[in-house]
């Protein structure tokens, strides 16, 4: 069988902006991302029990939005025991609704060179723009470099690198939080990965609280590093943040919700809120997504 291999086909014009964080928790057969403990952990910790959308749900959520948005799991086998959901079907999936959906990869960097081979294929078979990583979920040192291999490959097809950065809801509450370990998530671990590999674009995701002055840094001296927005609602972000936001960093930041756990809706209500620029909008909303996306014609 032929496999559809994801082309875009969103019309810049007809959207108001590009959410770069936007997670598929749950595939077509009903599996699930995320372990049943963990999944209500994060529910707990985000004060949500709302449904969980499919893939063609989330389209069509984003599609009336008049908004595109970049989709994937995380596969965090390894870690979890857990057989998370195929970043194949999210990549078929997104082909079928290309003018709204954009899908990244995400492979378990501790399968060595298993899923050196599977990146490769998810960008070549699949067409995947990207690969999203979670170094506290996925168990991971992003800065070792046994994962050097991963990002080489990655650099070489000019696909971005996202990682999580910060604190994280998932885990927390359990015993131990379950394992987890927060410091893997501390963005400084990326400079080095910036410094090796030049040309591979990386995504901080999220504010990175605690370590939000690491990752400014980072950015500010990197410049083939760029912050996503996402994950906490805009009226609590670090004052910090929204200062380079509107200066320094005012090409390099990008939307990004976590939806479904916090909604565009929120987010674009909770921006009023915050001392962003309105000049500065344009470009974090839509137009720096479009640029490292190369979705800009």
Excluded: C
């Excluded at 015993?175 to 590999?197: E, H, K, M, Q, T």
């Excluded at 950015?219 to 910090?240: C, M, Q, R, V």
């Amino acid at each position: 069988m032929t496999v559809a291999r994801y082309e875009s086909a969103i019309d810049l014009a007809s959207i108001t902006a590009v959410d770069m964080h936007v997670h598929i928790e749950v595939d077509e057969h009903g599996h699930t991302s995320l372990p049943p403990d963990l999944a209500d952990a994060a529910s707990a910790y985000f004060s949500t029990e709302g449904p969980r959308p499919d893939l063609d749900s989330v389209a069509s959520y984003y599609r009336d939005h008049r908004m595109a948005a970049v989709v994937f799991t995380v596969d965090a086998t390894t870690q979890l025991g857990h057989r998370g959901l195929a970043s194949e079907e999210i990549a078929e999936g997104a082909a079928r609704n290309n003018d709204v959906l954009i899908p990244f990869g995400s492979v378990d960097p501790r399968l060595g060179i298993e899923a050196v081979d599977r990146a490769r294929r998810l960008i070549d078979e699949h067409g995947v723009r990207g690969f999203k990583f979670h170094p506290t979920v996925q168990g991971f040192d992003p800065s070792n470099t046994t994962n050097y291999a991963l990002y080489g490959v990655l650099q070489d097809a000019g696909v971005v690198a996202l990682f999580h950065t910060g604190q994280t809801g998932i885990g927390a509450g359990l015993p131990g939080g379950r394992g987890l370990r927060l410091g893997l998530s501390n963005p400084i671990l990326l400079d080095p990965v910036a410094a090796d590999f030049p040309d591979l674009q990386i995504v901080m995701a999220h504010p990175s609280v605690p370590w939000q002055d690491e990752a400014l840094s980072v950015a500010t001296h990197k410049h083939n590093t760029w912050i996503d927005l996402s994950g906490w609602s805009p009226k609590y972000f670090p004052e910090n943040l929204v200062r380079h936001a509107n200066t320094l960093l005012r090409y390099r930041v990008l939307f990004g919700s976590d939806f479904p756990l916090l909604t565009p809706e929120r987010w674009m209500r909770d921006v009023d809120k915050t001392s962003l620029r309105p000049e500065v909008m344009p470009g974090i909303l839509k137009d720096n997504a479009a640029r490292l996306l190369g979705l800009a014609h």
